[in-house]
């Protein structure tokens, strides 16, 4: 089974690291996808975070990070993927990811795979963590000179010194 696991990714946290492992573990290949939006305004380029992304993942033999643009499912259909992997931190996400999930079926319907969304549960330590919320809390705290604990146990490092450069910087102009 080939999944692809997309996202913003604006920046990638441990909570989606954990979620790729856990779903790569039970697949044949899975694809890390970054929505390049031209409607949303990303703290990151896109160009960032898949740099982020391949360096979190460059030990994982069956994990590759790309982006896409448009439709999930016409990117899915020329990849041949058979399933979308989300999250799930709580009944909000739920109940955001359904419409998304019945769309993403019936627009599939007239692939050679019509796609599955499988939901993986986050591990209770990362059900508070958002790339939204990680982005907020780190701009109060570098733009305060604060101490940066609380962000290294949300993000991976690559994205903790990015976080930090990008908010530091704005703290001097
Ligand atoms: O990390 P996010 O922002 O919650 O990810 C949302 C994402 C990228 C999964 C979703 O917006 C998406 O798949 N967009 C692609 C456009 C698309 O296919 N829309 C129709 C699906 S109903």
Redesign the pocket.
Known sequence: MIAIY???FDPVTNGHINIARRSAAIMERLIVAV?DNPHKTPLFSVDERVAMLREVFCNDSNIEVDVFSG???SYAGMKGINAIVRGLRGPDDLQNELP?AI??RQLSLGLAKPLETMYFTAEPAFAHISGSIVKEVAAHIYQGGLDDKIISQAVPAVVLTALKDKYSASRMQ
Do not use: A, F, H, M
């Open positions: 997309p996202g913003s929505l439709l999930l499912v998304y769309w993403n």
